[in-house]
């Protein structure tokens, strides 16, 4: 029987692919198996999701086959659903059978948080995959259709974003452009439709810069949209929803955007979390178990001055080299590497030609920070697929 050491990673989006791609540099040959499990044989670009949910780019600009990005002799791809993590045992359980390992990497990424409002899983849709993206298009598209059928229920034409966080306010302004090409396809008068952002804090995107935050809310108002803000959504209905005032939007279409939490499957396998996110050590290692490494959206770290940082793809694929890096080191019986974040700034699009960024100590607005959003996707790009791959699907206007 082989002795050769199991690395079994769980999850190819930012850090799983980062993982992955790492190991299969850093490895020698016969030194480890690799095997990478995801649902899907595609990596998907969730920073770009915003764009073909709301029909603004391509499903096809948004993914890759995995089978592109790793070296297949050198890592087993299994596409499967992971169902459970067995710790005791050191063994996954997928939809179709069992894989054991000797060292884990958990990258299953974030799920949305509903806060147990009423209503929400049931009525509203959610950014998070390429399947969800897919059925919020058409969605839309089927809304304007259906108008067209009857013109007295204008509560077709309403359209709900619900948190107005980076996820709220980057798919809201691609709605905002979407809706005039809408408009001209199906003849409807853009004076009917309404699209709506409803924020609980006191600002958009909360937290962030306020002069940037302001520049977004100008740019977002002159596009149509409405912003609701220091109120929270309170109940999800079929007819629209409830907000903490009383107010009711009728609408048939809600999209959630009011924050993520950790995987469930992370909780279920008896891991201490907050929100379903592990505080892993300085070197990514779940407490308790030193075979096992977090990364992503399903790892909690603090910055130094004691905040959580955000979950972000920055952070995920930093947190997949280092990863990487560790569970080579303890292979080696070497010395692990603490992770250290280095913060590259945030750059959140406002559609078409529009966009903010806080980068570099500098503040970014416009055309300008619309270019440094193009360029930010591009390094991803050429990061995991080299110039091929930025040819292929690199947006370059
Ligand atoms: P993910 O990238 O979500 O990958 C998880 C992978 O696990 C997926 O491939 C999924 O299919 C797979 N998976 C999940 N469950 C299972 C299972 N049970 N079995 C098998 N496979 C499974 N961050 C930024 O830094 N910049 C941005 O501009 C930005 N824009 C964003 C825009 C939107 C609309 C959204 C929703 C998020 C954005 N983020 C952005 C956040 C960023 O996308 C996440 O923080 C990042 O994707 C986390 O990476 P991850 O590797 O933890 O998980
Ligand atoms: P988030 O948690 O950042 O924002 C959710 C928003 O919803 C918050 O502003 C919150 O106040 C609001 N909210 C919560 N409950 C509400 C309610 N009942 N009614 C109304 N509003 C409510 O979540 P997100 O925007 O999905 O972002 C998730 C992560 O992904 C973050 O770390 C974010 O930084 C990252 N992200 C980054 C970018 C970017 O860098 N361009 C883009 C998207 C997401």
Known sequence: MSTIPKIVILGAGYGGILTAQRLQKELNYNEADVTLVNRHDYHYFTTHLHMPAAGTDSIEHTRVAISKLIDEFKIDLVKSNVQEIRLADKKVVLQDGTLSYDYLVIALGGEPESFGIPGLTEYAMTIRSINSVRLIRQHIEYQFALYKMDESRTDRLNFVVGGAGFSGIEFVAELADRIPQLCKEYDVDPNFVNVYNVEAAPTVLPGFDPELVEYAMDVLKKKGVQFKIGVAIKECTPDGVILATGEEIKS????????????????????????????????????????????????????????????????????????????????????????????????????????????????YKGWVAAQLKKLVDMRYLFIIGGIPLVLKKGRFF
């Open 252 to 363: 048939q279409t809600v999209i959630w955007t009011g924050g993520i939490r950790g995987n469930r499957l992370i909780e279920a396998a008896g891991f201490e979390t907050a929100r379903g996110r592990v505080k892993v050590d300085d070197y990514l290692r779940a407490p308790g178990h030193d075979n096992v490494f977090i990364i992503g959206d399903n790892s909690l770290m603090f910055n130094p001055e004691g905040r959580p940082y955000p979950p972000t793809a920055q952070i995920a694929m930093q947190q997949g080299v280092t990863c990487a890096q560790n569970v080579v080191a303890a292979i080696r019986g070497k010395e692990l590497k603490k992770f250290v974040f280095s913060n590259k700034g945030t750059v959140a699009s406002l559609g078409k030609g529009e966009a903010i960024a806080s980068a570099f100590g500098k503040k």
